[in-house]
């Protein structure tokens, strides 16, 4: 199993707020596997509230309110013509391929597994896979083709979470 650098960090959320960093850390590695994402990776993870996730929503999307969850990769993927991890670079120092930041709203997780009917822990998993796809390239804002890809891999990469 390829061994990847995932950090979890939680800012600015209290206790009662926090999510599950275990949930996380295995959604991530689990998308990564099923992407077949071989190289070993860092992902970093800051889990925060409304007023922080706004103001960076508003920063770099330009949309002044909170959200869930935002993604910033470090490098351009193609999900349709394979990762091609092997002609990114890797950070010298770590030797991992730095996929990118996620960062996410305890307290929309938190309203958004209640408006679904989920639990926390899966509306955490499924949020973390979302941004996964996103740090690899996969896009649901530009054309019907990009959506329907990327919701069937959130379909099947949940599948698996969901039964273990």
């Not at 193609?78 to 990762?83: A, C, H, I």
């Not at 930041?101 to 499924?126: G, H, W």
Request: hydrophobic share 35%; with cysteine; charged share 25%.
């Amino acid at each position: 199993m390829t061994r990847h650098r995932i950090s979890v960090r939680h800012s600015a959320v209290s206790p009662g707020d926090r999510l599950p960093v275990a949930v996380i850390k295995q959604s991530i590695r689990t998308a990564l596997e099923l992407e077949g994402m071989k190289a070993p990776c860092e992902v970093n993870m800051l889990i925060t509230d409304d007023k922080s996730i706004k103001s960076l929503n508003r920063d770099f999307r330009g949309v002044n309110c909170a959200t869930d969850v935002l993604s910033f990769p470090m490098h351009e993927f193609d999900p349709t013509g394979g990762l091609q991890a092997e002609n990114i670079e890797n950070d010298p120092e770590t030797g991992l391929l730095a996929l990118g930041d996620i960062v996410m709203s305890a307290r929309q997780v938190i309203k958004q597994a209640a408006e679904n009917n989920q639990t926390i822990k899966r509306e955490t998993s499924y949020l973390t896979v979302h941004s996964v796809l996103h740090l690899l390239g996969y896009d649901h804002t530009d054309e019907a083709e990009g959506k329907k890809l990327m919701r069937n891999r959130e379909k099947e990469i949940m599948s698996v979470i969901d039964s273990k």
